[in-house]
């Protein structure tokens, strides 16, 4: 469903004086190189700490932010151009849930006007209160609240409602930002068994953007692991929360167990990337080698792909890493 191959996506640095300076980066790479899939009916859970190139990822998939190389393909398509234009087709494809649905949900709308806005936007003639209330219903809201405003919403309510406009056109991948961020745990488990029955009664696959660890091990089938705008591990869900292969992995995982090893030093800077593997600066493993060569994603067992130089399992047979 979902196909990127080794995105990039860079901003310049400063202004012009300063990418003018002898030694001076010009660009700053938010993600370098970055390949990964979804399959149709899968959930994907992209996790990392902040910083780390999540949400440009999710912005990238839908078009919104400017690739400066690689491809994304969804649903078999690929846009023909940077242009809106060309990602048009594309994004009726794409439902994207926001991560502040507040800050997303225009508060001079009504919930008719919020949810039925894809189709004003790409032309459809529907009627529009119709639809607007089925909408609502899918995602356990009555119609009495077509008439509200988002100030009138709660958090779990104005969630429901950012899921009922990301469904509007039908779509067949859905990428959600921190879906559950700063909601009550019992309000999380609606909206987590709500996205749940969606994908289970429509096919959808998602894109799962999270810190969240203690939901991604029980609502994604898949994880990809960032750091510095790189994956650093790939695979089955269950396979990486039980063998962890990436030093980094292993710390976000174990963060609240009591023999956990604590990261030392901070993130470090994108503008100065650390030579060989980037994650070296900061690992308690480290060796001459890590400081000087980057490792390559290599499979340590079927679809579970690690960028280390001393994983925690042993690497794959050469005609596995070819497969993967």
């Known amino acids: 469903m979902l196909e990127i191959d080794n995105l990039v996506v860079r901003y310049p640095t400063g202004n012009l004086l300063d990418r003018l300076r002898p030694g001076a980066p010009r660009y700053i790479e938010v993600l370098a190189g970055v390949s990964l899939h979804v399959p149709p009916g899968k959930t994907l859970g992209l996790i990392g700490e902040s910083g780390s190139g999540k949400t440009t990822l999710g912005r990238a998939v839908a078009g919104l932010t400017p690739i400066a190389h690689g491809s994304v393909q969804v649903n078999g398509r690929q846009p023909g151009g940077a242009s809106d234009l060309a990602w048009r087709a594309i994004r009726r494809d794409i439902g994207l849930i926001f991560q502040d649905p507040m800050a997303a949900l225009d508060p001079r709308m009504t919930v008719e006007r919020l ?22 219903d899918q995602v356990g809201l009555p119609a009495s609240f077509l008439d509200r405003y988002p100030h009138q919403l709660s958090g779990g309510q104005a969630r429901r409602v950012a899921v009922a406009r990301a469904l509007a056109l039908r779509p067949k991948l859905v990428i959600a930002d921190e879906p ?6 019992s309000v999380q488990g609606e909206l987590l068994n709500l996205l749940g029955s969606l994908q289970a009664r429509l096919g959808l696959a998602y894109l799962i953007i999270t810190h969240n660890l203690a939901i991604t091990r029980h609502v994604t089938d898949l994880l990809a692991i960032m750091y510095l705008g790189r994956l650093v591990e790939t695979g089955p869900t269950e396979l990486i929360f039980r063998s962890p292969a990436h030093p980094y992995t292993q710390a976000l995982l174990n963060a609240k167990s009591a023999s956990a090893v604590v990261l030392q030093g901070e993130v470090p800077s994108l503008r100065r990337r650390p030579a060989g593997c980037e994650f070296h600066t900061r690992c308690p493993l480290a060796l001459p080698r890590c400081r000087a060569e980057a490792p390559p994603l290599q499979a340590v067992a079927p679809g579970h792909l690690v960028a280390c130089h001393t994983p925690a399992v042993p690497l794959a047979a050469p005609s596995l890493e070819a497969h993967a």
């Not at 949810?115 to 909408?135: C, D, K, M």
């Not at 559950?180 to 745990?185: C, Q």
């Open 180 to 185: 559950t961020a700063g909601l009550d745990l």
């Open 115 to 136: 949810i039925t806005e894809p189709f004003a936007v790409n032309g459809v003639a529907i009627e529009r209160r119709l639809e607007a209330t089925r909408l609502l």
